[in-house]
């Protein structure tokens, strides 16, 4: 089965890749991993990005495209995979239908803002060991201090609540309107995020079997 998984940064994604990776014995291929995969292995358009990198720039759809293009002709990707991070945009979804590569179904993860936000912002992180915690739902068992080693713990630039709020917009504006892209071609399943991780696996089980 090919996949897509869709969701807003915080919305679980890549624990239910994980869960799809598991159950169906195909692979979670995340944008972020292969691209640096691509540059360590130093291929034709790994090489492109590491030009592009070097110089502060951000890596161009033709090259993305092409590093995705490298990884889904590998062996393991044969009896389907799971693009997490990718699609972002109209674009790279067209350049996809292009290559010729059939998606059988679109899993869009939904969370609200709100709770994105309460999520991600009130997550902290040990910068010794790298345990990470929640003001509400993972307290250490002293206030602001690594259970393990006894850091204080850290708030990371990227959970910042007005940084949350950014990727959020920037998720809304380029790549929520994948929904209706995929929604047209009858291949767009919404599953709305739950307060436990299982209870949502649970929903996108359900929407693979459909």
């Given at each position: 089965?090919?996949?897509?998984?869709?969701?807003?940064?915080?919305?679980?994604?890549?624990?239910?890749?994980?869960?799809?990776?598991?159950?169906?014995?195909?692979?979670?291929?995340?944008?972020?991993?292969?691209?640096?995969?691509?540059?360590?292995?130093?291929?034709?358009?790994?090489?492109?990005?590491?030009?592009?990198?070097?110089?502060?720039?951000?890596?161009?759809?033709?090259?993305?495209?092409?590093?995705?293009?490298?990884?889904?002709?590998?062996?393991?990707?044969?009896?389907?995979?799971?693009?997490?991070?990718?699609?972002?945009?109209?674009?790279?979804?067209?350049?996809?239908?292009?290559?010729?590569?059939e998606?059988?179904?679109v899993?869009?993860?939904?969370?609200?803002?709100?709770?994105?936000?309460?999520r991600?912002?009130?997550?902290?992180?040990?910068p010794?060991?790298?345990?990470?915690?929640?003001?509400?739902?993972?307290?250490?068992?002293?206030?602001?201090?690594?259970?393990?080693?006894?850091?204080?713990?850290?708030?990371?630039?990227?959970?910042?609540?007005?940084?949350?709020?950014?990727?959020?917009?920037?998720?809304?504006?380029?790549?929520?309107?994948?929904?209706?892209?995929?929604a047209?071609?009858?291949?767009l399943?919404?599953v709305?995020g739950q307060?436990?991780?299982?209870?949502?696996?649970?929903?996108?089980?359900?929407a693979?079997?459909?």
């Amino acid at each position: 089965m090919k996949l897509i998984l869709l969701g807003a940064p915080g919305a679980g994604k890549g624990t239910q890749a994980e869960f799809i990776c598991d159950r169906l014995s195909i692979p979670a291929i995340s944008t972020g991993n292969i691209i640096r995969a691509a540059l360590k292995a130093e291929t034709e358009m790994g090489l492109k990005a590491k030009e592009f990198i070097n110089n502060g720039q951000l890596v161009p759809d033709d090259v993305v495209i092409g590093i995705i293009k490298e990884r889904l002709s590998e062996d393991d990707c044969k009896n389907g995979f799971i693009l997490d991070g990718f699609p972002r945009t109209i674009p790279q979804a067209e350049a996809l239908d292009e290559m010729g590569i059939e998606i059988d179904k679109v899993i869009d993860i939904e969370v609200p803002d709100e709770k994105i936000v309460t999520r991600m912002s009130g997550r902290r992180v040990c910068p010794t060991c790298g345990n990470s915690y929640h003001i509400e739902y993972k307290k250490p068992q002293k206030e602001n201090t690594c259970d393990s080693c006894g850091e204080q713990l850290v708030l990371r630039a990227d959970d910042h609540p007005d940084t949350v709020k950014e990727r959020l917009n920037v998720y809304h504006e380029q790549t929520e309107p994948l929904k209706d892209f995929y929604a047209k071609k009858n291949k767009l399943y919404i599953v709305e995020g739950q307060e436990e991780v299982a209870d949502t696996s649970a929903l996108v089980l359900k929407a693979l079997e459909e």
